[in-house]
């Protein structure tokens, strides 16, 4: 089977459930604080190690008890660390996360750490290892010039590149005509094509402005309307499913890895786009980035209970 790397972020959240965002100047007691395992690349390496074994990760870890307990998440996880490296005397990137009680959105803020340490000459030294996988997750918490020629090397060697283009920055056509898929949400669908994208005409109009920019296929999450793929003039639609969110930390990140776990089984591209509705909802289930996200048995059951539901 086709195997998954992650070539981006690992950081430790700080996370604090609050009654709801507060307001500027205010203070409000928090519900509960607790501390996660996060960041884009990890999030989805963890995502897709539940879904697919042998997923590999390739970044940099602090030398601090935050990179010693992350060090242990890739043991735990069964995820191949070997191309990560921890950097002496440098922090560990840290996100401290606040999330609202009355709605289970979140608001982020990011300190990348050693994630800023991510460089072309890593990628170079683990080059042979890298080309024992087949799809990789690539997000944008680590350098952008890092990101950009990871991908064209990655193209070159007739790799699938999926980008996660978080956070939103302006992206130049170099780096987007080296992905096979860019992955934005509604927000940074946005912010990349300077578009509105309230509805779904609208974000498909975003989403094709995209396309003309330079991306080969987009790939637009729009929580639970699903996701839309847009490739020129084509657009595939996969609806999304509504669960009871506890928390939405790692949505975006657990659909990624669900979407490259779904190519990597050999499905096609709206089935797949399907099953990562699937394990983006189900990871909103618990708290914290990668306590709730689901194995591939989970989610096939999930899957199988739309079905039926459908059916009655």
Not at 22 to 42: I, M, N
Not at 103 to 110: A, E, P, Q, V
Not at 146 to 172: N, S
């Amino acid at each position: 089977m086709p195997r998954i790397a992650v070539i981006g972020s690992m950081n430790v959240d700080l996370v604090s459930r609050v009654p709801r965002f507060l307001l500027p100047g205010e203070t409000l007691t928090g519900l509960s604080f607790q501390v996660f395992p996060g960041g884009k690349g990890g999030n989805q390496a963890v995502a897709a190690s539940r879904l697919l074994p042998e997923v590999m990760m390739l970044g940099k870890l602090g030398d601090d008890q935050n990179g010693a307990l992350y060090r242990q998440v890739l043991v735990e996880s069964a995820i191949d660390g070997a191309c990560v490296e921890t950097v002496p005397g440098v922090n560990n990137g840290t996100t401290v996360i606040e999330v609202a009680a009355d709605s289970g959105n979140n608001r982020i803020i990011y300190f990348p750490g050693a994630n800023l340490l991510v460089d072309r000459a890593q990628i170079d030294r683990y080059w042979e290892r890298l080309m024992s996988c087949d799809v990789f997750l690539m997000q944008l918490e680590i350098p952008l010039e890092t990101v950009t020629y990871a991908a064209g090397r990655l193209r070159g060697a007739g790799k699938t590149v999926i980008l996660d283009p978080a956070p939103a920055v302006p992206l130049t056509e170099e780096l987007l005509s080296h992905v096979d898929y860019i992955t934005p949400n509604e927000v940074e669908l946005a912010i990349l094509t300077g578009l509105e994208t309230g509805s779904p005409g609208k974000l498909a109009a975003a989403g094709r402005k995209l396309v003309r920019m330079g991306a080969r296929a987009v790939v637009a999450k729009a929580g639970t309307d699903g996701a839309y793929l847009i490739r020129g003039d084509e657009e595939i639609h996969a609806p999304g499913f509504r669960v009871a969110a506890v928390d939405t930390t790692a949505a975006g990140d657990s659909f990624n890895a669900g979407f490259a776990a779904g190519l990597c089984r050999g499905m096609p591209e709206k089935e797949a786009l399907r099953f990562a509705n699937a394990v983006g909802a189900l990871s909103t289930l618990g708290s914290g980035a990668q306590g709730a996200m689901p194995n591939y048995d989970t989610v096939t059951k999930f899957l199988k209970s739309q079905e039926k539901g459908k059916q009655k």
